[in-house]
């Protein structure tokens, strides 16, 4: 039997220690969360080429294709911004909540 080195051990240990599993269901959002915000995603569809970069970014995956463009849940959208940095054609703008 080969028997793991010290390093195999400890990376073997501290693997264990790594949750073992994801914290919620992906994409299974169940606490809305959009009092955080205090800038909102206003979407742009004439803008919008269907490049999807924004889907594939929003870390809350609140973003959905849908036809040639996308649409936005503001149920759980909390307003980071990333996809306005993402869009190069300013199809999304952030914009203040009101
Ligand atoms: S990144 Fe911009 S152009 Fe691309 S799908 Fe999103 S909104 Fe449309
Ligand atoms: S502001 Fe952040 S959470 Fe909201 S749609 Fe854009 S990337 Fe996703």
Redesign the pocket.
């Known amino acids: 039997m080969i028997r793991p080195s010290i390093t195999e051990k400890n990376k073997i240990e501290k693997l264990s220690r790594l949750p073992q599993g994801g914290s919620c269901k992906a994409g299974v959002l169940i606490e809305k969360n959009a009092g955080w915000r205090n800038k909102c995603p206003v979407?742009n569809p004439d803008?919008?080429?269907?490049?999807?970069?924004?889907?594939m970014y929003c870390p809350d995956g609140v973003?959905s294709k849908e036809g040639k463009?996308?649409s936005i849940d503001y149920d759980f959208c909390k307003g980071c911004g990333i996809?306005e940095k993402?869009?190069?054609?300013q199809?999304?703008v952030m914009e203040g909540e009101t």
Do not use: D, M, R
């Open positions: 979407y803008k919008c080429t269907g490049c999807y970069q924004c889907y973003i463009g996308i996809c993402i869009c190069k054609l199809a999304i």
